[in-house]
């Protein structure tokens, strides 16, 4: 499993507004993190109401990292590159949080990413089909895998559109000495190919 990145990174997008207020009291919740939007979605799996306990604040929860190159992406109409007059798209992650949830050695993670969409030259208004991957890893090798096409519409062709995606069924036993998560653009495997690394 790895991540590619096939075009050139996009002009630095400015922060969302609406990441200002994340819950810094959240289980696990990530240092330096965006905000709000996230927050909510990172804390989806607990239904509303329920306290988070002092166990769970207390528990170590492996953070979220963008691989370089994960981060962003352009797609070009006709198979072009790098032709700003046929850019259908730019794409960014900007920000990434997590959730955890332990039972003894096993961990479930509530892995989220927002980011958004500007639309090009080339636009056309519709559905924008977002490749989204999770990972976690111990070393070399892979403890959960699974790439998502994540639907984000795009209705107005002159303006950006802000998304908010989350896995929240990352699953996995943790090893004594700790596992690296990752969330970004995987444009190198189809979307079929998203699979639950198998334990053995």
Do not use: W
């Not at 804390?43 to 988070?52: D, F, L, P």
């Not at 528990?59 to 994960?70: E, F, H, I, M, S």
């Not at 590159?81 to 332990?102: A, G, M, N």
Request: hydrophobic residues 35%; proline residues 6%; contains cysteine.
């Amino acid at each position: 499993m790895r991540f590619r990145l096939s075009v050139h990174r996009p002009d630095r997008l400015v922060s969302f507004c609406f990441f200002s207020g994340f819950m810094l009291l959240a289980a696990g919740c990530q240092s330096g993190d965006g905000a709000g939007a996230l927050g909510s979605a990172a804390t989806g799996a607990k239904s509303a109401g329920e306290k988070v306990t002092e166990a769970e604040l207390r528990a170590y929860c492996p953070k979220v990292t963008l691989r370089d190159g994960t981060s962003f992406f352009n797609v070009y109409a006709g198979g072009a590159k790098d032709d700003p007059t046929k850019l259908v798209y730019q794409t960014s992650i900007s920000d990434v949080t997590r959730t955890c949830r332990s039972d003894g050695g096993a961990y479930t993670m509530n892995v989220a990413v927002a980011g958004r969409i500007v639309p090009g030259p080339s636009f056309t208004p519709g559905t924008v089909n977002m490749p989204i991957r999770v990972a976690v890893m111990h070393g070399t090798e892979v403890l959960y895998s699974q790439l998502h096409s994540y639907p984000v519409n795009v209705s107005d062709g002159g303006a950006a559109s802000q998304f908010v995606f989350n896995d929240p069924n990352v699953s996995f036993t943790m090893p004594s000495d700790g596992v690296q998560v990752y969330a970004g653009f995987d444009e190198s495997a189809p979307a079929k190919s998203a699979r639950k690394a198998k334990k053995k």
